[in-house]
């Protein structure tokens, strides 16, 4: 399929999926020119407010090729990813980003991910949600385990 084709799939997703009580957004990945797996907004539909279109279609994937490394794939989402799916879209090493509608667009019609893109750039004593550090001195042990554990998977 060609990149028109593939983004054309994330977009006739993205509208479907509103008759079908979800957000208006959908996503494909492919690798070579293959559809790999596709993916919804079910936020909604499901009560998980982390289904989005792009980790639903990034879970589907990894079960597909069986890794954890979407590396070889690219994405084709039919909004600009949010910052959560922009971080999965990183933790996959998906190699490429397509997207159709921008996030000012997807602001436009009321949902607003801008005020985390907004979040992210201030200091943590700055943000709105507070955060508060505690108990390192035992968590750190789980890492120290880590650190010192021979046959890990590298992720
Ligand atoms: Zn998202």
């Known amino acids: 399929m060609t990149n028109d084709q593939l983004m054309r799939e994330a977009i006739r ?8 009580g979800g957000g208006p957004f959908g996503a494909v990945i492919a690798r070579d020119g293959e559809i790999i797996a596709t993916g919804v907004n079910r936020v909604t539909a499901e009560n998980d407010p982390t289904a989005h279109a792009e980790v639903s279609a990034i879970r589907r994937a990894a079960q597909v090729l069986g890794t954890f490394n979407l590396s070889g794939c690219e994405i084709f989402t039919s909004c600009e990813p ?17 997207y159709a509608n921008t996030k000012d667009d997807a602001k436009a019609i009321g949902f607003d991910d801008s005020f985390i893109y907004d979040e992210l750039a201030l200091p943590r ?13 035992e968590a750190i042990k789980a890492f120290e385990e880590w650190a010192a554990k021979e046959d890990k998977t590298e992720y």
Do not use: F, T
């Open 82 to 98: 949010c910052p959560m799916c922009l971080g999965a879209i990183y933790w996959a090493h998906i190699d490429k980003v397509y």
């Open 13 to 20: 997703l993205s509208r479907e999926n509103i008759a079908n």
């Open 125 to 137: 004593d700055g943000r709105k949600l507070p955060a508060e550090a505690m108990m390192r001195n």
